[in-house]
Structure formats: structure tokens, C-alpha cells
């Protein structure tokens, strides 16, 4: 390893997510806890491009304007200037390749300028070109896994289903053939979560799902941001040979607990700016009685199911605080007058703050579209949920939540009619629905895995341990 001029070797951990909110932002909290609660440093690095992006999006409010030691840090993707930088898997997964590949730069001027190197690697699992940059320096590497266990499980399964012939990934797109794995909801093909675009694009994307599995034996730990008693047999079930995941989710919760954050001390690191007026607005709410409505970053919905889904939202008659990010949205998508008629009982933001949202009193349903961390954090604050998933790992996420998890309903899949957004939301927000004290119940055990003495804090504990001990 280089090293520096400082005697004392105080902890240096370099983050890398894959360039994506829904990366982005676990990685950073784990970023922010291990800065704010054990006093590491955290190089952060993001593509230049989303660099830019937050920095511009997050004025005052990045952790460093905070008193925290993490450093935000851009460096080039190794795509061309009008190469598509934020809607498409493809160009995302060549980015990390890029990025993974040009980090020994960075960590060389590290040595050379900070007194503390670099002691750890924490790279998405999608970094694996990350691998060779952490031994070529001598440095431990840890793989991510932002979504949960039974995701892991499932690539784990068929990809060794494939090596032994029992399974073509491509074969399953756009069927109805039910998938079956150990400790895994059935499947239809394609709910698979690399049943994405052509045949061909659904081939090389399990390719690349198992090249990360099959690298993760190059890893130290691999951290998933989910919690054990969510999802207790998962690991014991894997086919042999195949490494284990470690839980620590959520991991916001690590940050939120032992530093208590507010509204005024709040950092933010996302690619948008969060409209926090929204938070003023469910102050004026009664309880419960909010609906929390947002697909994540990446769904796009066309105008007619837009439209729909509007027309449904309003019938329901239950107050809305809605987030249509603006490339959803442009300004003729709604019905004449739609806004200003429902001007008191809905409020329409391109960004919130979701966690602040998901944890306000006002707030008593989640209509989503259940990517992971939207489900953690709303699990983790005790919020049902309907569930409409519509890529990559949403419908498995979506069968925990709804029929393994009991936290949720569904709401449909593909292009769902106002009259059925109508009845789910009336039936979601109903107090007596039953998923309302089963997410209450789940919010219990989530708690409990966090706090000492708890699953994820320990595991927690034993990683922060192993981070101090790569440092003597
Ligand atoms: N998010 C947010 N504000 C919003 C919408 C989403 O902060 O208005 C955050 C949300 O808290 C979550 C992430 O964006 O951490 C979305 O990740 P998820 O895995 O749920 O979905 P993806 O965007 O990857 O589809």
C-alpha cells in the first residue's frame, strides 16, 4: 500500500457506486455514518457528470458543508460528450466499468497529497474492475449490494441453474412460465429481474449479473443493505460454493438513530434538488391521512397512463403530496384545470425528501413503484404500501411486500385504469385495512435489528472493527 507522512493511520475508506440514485444514495449514508459516528474519512466518487449534478443540486446542504470529513470527488466515465448519461442501463453499466478501471489515478494522488491513504475500497458490486485496482494497491475490497438478500439469492440460483443446464435466461422473457427458486416467491419469467429489452439485451444482462456474483469471492464483505429477520433463510439456502451476503439495512437508519437528524442539519448528496416546502404542507395535514406518491428515479410513464393515474389519484379523494419528476412530466399532461381544482388537497413536487416524508405523522400510504430503498425506508418507518412495480428487481420486491411481507396490496402491473388507481388507494388509506398494523408490527422488527445489541448494528459493529484493525 502507499503510504503517507502521517504516523497515525486513521481509517480512509474510498466509496464508488454504481451511477444511480438508487445506489448513490445508500452508499452515501453508509458514507455518513462511518464519517459522523467513527470520525473516517470517505472519498466519495461519483462520475464527473453526476458530480456536477450534485454539487449543483445540493447547495450547502453536502456533507462537508456539515462539519463531516467526506470528500465528494468527479472523474471522467469514458463516454462521449452526447452519449446518454441518465436514463440507460447500458450506458450505466459501461460507466462503472470506465470508472472501476481509472481509479488507481485517483488513489495515487491520494498518497501523494493526503496524509492518510486510502485503507479500504468499498465499490458497487457492479465495480468489479474495482478488484484489480484494490490489489494492485494492497487494499481490502468490500462489495456493496444495494438491494436485498433474496435478489442475490435469486441470480445465485439461476445462474447456477445455467451452469448445469437447467435454465436459459433468455428463453423466459415475456412468458408466463412460473420460475421456481428455494426460499424465493415463484416467479414469472418476465418478473425476472434481467428480463429487460431484447432477447439479446436480456442475455448479456445475466451475463453481467453473474460475472458480479461470481466476483463477490474476491471480496472481503459483502454488504447488503437489508435487515437478517426480513429475510432469516435466504443464505442458508444458496447452492453451495456461493458467497454470503452480510446485512446492515437500513442503513439510513444507523445515521438517523445515533445522530438524530432535523430538518435544519440534513445532508443531501442527490442527483435532484429536494423541494423541502413539501414538509410545511404535511405539517397542515391530520394524521395518517397522506398519500406519499413516487416511482423512484428511473420509471417513466407514458402521457395516457399519466393521465390515468391523475384521474384516479383525484377520484380517490384522499390528499396526495405527489412527486413527478420533470422528465416525467410536461406541463399538457393533466386535464384542463386539474392543478388548480385540486390545489389544497394535493401537492405536487420533482423532488422530496423521502425520508423526512416517509417519517411525517400526516403521512399514511406509499403508492410505489418498489424499488428497494424506497421499500426499506417505507418498511422501515411503518408506511403500507401499494405496490406497482414495473423493472428489473421491483416485482420480487413487490411479491415480499405484498405476499410474503403482508406490508402491502397490489396495485397492478403494465397500465393500470383510474378506476382501479380509484378503489386500491381508497382500500390502501382505509384504517382498517390489514396491512396497516402489519407494517406498524414490521417497523418493530426493523427497529430492533438496529439498534445495539440488534442484527444489523452488530454487523455494523464487527465491519467498523475490521476497518479500524486494516489500519495497524
Ligand atoms: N428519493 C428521494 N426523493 C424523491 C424520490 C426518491 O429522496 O422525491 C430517493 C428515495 O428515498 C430512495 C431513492 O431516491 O432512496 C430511490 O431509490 P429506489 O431504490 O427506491 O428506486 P430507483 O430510483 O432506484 O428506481
Known sequence: MASGSSSVCRPHVLMLPFPETGHINPLMDLAKYLSSCHGFLITFVNTLYNHKRILRANVGHLPSDHGLDIRMVGIPDGLSEVENRDNDVADFVKV??????????????????????????????T??????????????????????ASTHSLICHARHAASVGEFAAEDFLEKDEVVSFPGLPPMRGR?????????????????????????????????????????????????????KVCPIGPILHADLLQKRITRENQTTTGLWTEQN?????????????????????????????????ALGLEASGVRILWVLRADTCSPDCFPDGYIERNAKKMKIVQWCPQVSVLSHKAVGGFLTHCGWNS??????????????????????????????????????????????????????????????????????????????????????????????????
Request: aromatic share 8%; charged share 20%; proline share 5%.
Open 277 to 309: 416546502e413539501c414538509l410545511d404542507w404535511l405539517d397542515h395535514q391530520s394524521p395518517c391521512t397522506v398519500l406519499y406518491v413516487s416511482m423512484g428515479s428511473i420509471v417513466l410513464f407514458v402521457k395516457q397512463q399519466l393521465l390515468e393515474l
Open 375 to 472: 421499500t426499506l425506508e417505507a418498511m422501515a418507518m411503518g408506511i403500507p404500501m401499494l405496490a406497482w412495480p414495473h423493472l428489473a428487481d421491483q416485482f420480487l420486491n413487490s411479491s415480499l411486500i405484498v405476499d410474503e411481507w403482508g406490508v402491502g396490496i397490489h396495485l397492478g402491473e403494465g397500465f393500470v385504469r383510474g378506476e382501479t388507481v380509484e378503489a386500491k388507494v381508497k382500500e390502501l388509506m382505509s384504517q382498517e385495512s390489514p396491512v396497516r398494523g402489519k407494517a406498524l408490527q414490521l417497523k418493530q422488527v426493523i427497529t430492533r435489528a438496529s439498534i445495539e445489541g440488534g442484527s444489523s448494528f452488530t454487523n455494523l459493529v464487527k465491519f467498523v472493527e475490521w476497518l479500524k484493525m486494516n489500519c495497524e
Open 191 to 243: 418478473h425476472l429481474p434481467w428480463a429487460v429489452g431484447t432477447k439479446q439485451e436480456a442475455q448479456s444482462i445475466f451475463k453481467s449479473v453473474c460475472r458480479n456474483v461470481e466476483a463477490l469471492r474476491h471480496s472481503e464483505w459483502v454488504l447488503c443493505n437489508s435487515v437478517y429477520e426480513l429475510e432469516p433463510t435466504i443464505q442458508s439456502l444458496l447452492p453451495s460454493g456461493y458467497s
Open 127 to 148: 465495480a468489479v474492475k474495482t478488484i484489480d485496482v484494490a490489489q494492485k494497491f494492497g487494499i481490502p475490497r468490500v462489495a456493496f449490494w444495494p438491494p436485498n
Open 96 to 125: 462503472i466499468e470506465n470508472v472501476g478501471a481509472v481509479l488507481d489515478e485517483l488513489i495515487r494522488n491520494i498518497a501523494s497529497e493526503c496524509p492518510h491513504p486510502v485503507t479500504c475500497i468499498i465499490s458497487d458490486v
